[in-house]
């Protein structure tokens, strides 16, 4: 079993920044990739980035040079810094962490708030 617990999400201007934190805890050597998606009301949630275990990462076309996904190992917890950020942002963002074997499995958070509005 794995838990994530996540935090940083809040109000910001357009333009503005934030940092997105999920720490996980418990059977933490079985992840392999862990990752942030969001869902914005009305739409199916969708991947925003990842980082394998071996530090590749992997981004939305729509976040692409905005937002930076990187994991301190140390301290089990992956960061994402979002830039530059777009009312079209507003969302909540959810931590992921994947296991794969035997067989694929998603761990989640409870989700954080994110809402990019003047």
């Known amino acids: 079993q794995v838990q994530l617990v996540e935090s940083g999400g809040g109000l910001v201007q357009p333009g503005g920044s934030l940092r997105l934190s999920c720490a996980a805890s418990?059977?933490?050597?079985?992840?392999?990739?862990m990752g942030w998606y969001r869902q914005a009301p009305g739409k199916q949630r969708e991947l925003v980035a990842s980082i394998t275990s071996g530090g590749s990462t992997n981004y939305a076309d729509s976040v692409k040079g905005r937002f930076t996904i990187s994991r301190d190992n140390a301290k089990n917890t992956v960061y994402m810094q979002m830039n530059s950020l777009k009312p079209e942002d507003t969302a909540v963002y959810y931590c992921?962490?994947?296991?794969?074997?035997?067989?694929?499995?998603?761990?989640w958070g409870q989700g954080t708030q994110v809402t990019v509005s003047s």
């Open positions: 992921n962490a994947v296991e794969l074997l035997p067989s694929r499995f998603d761990y």
């Open positions: 418990g059977s933490i050597f079985s992840i392999n990739a």
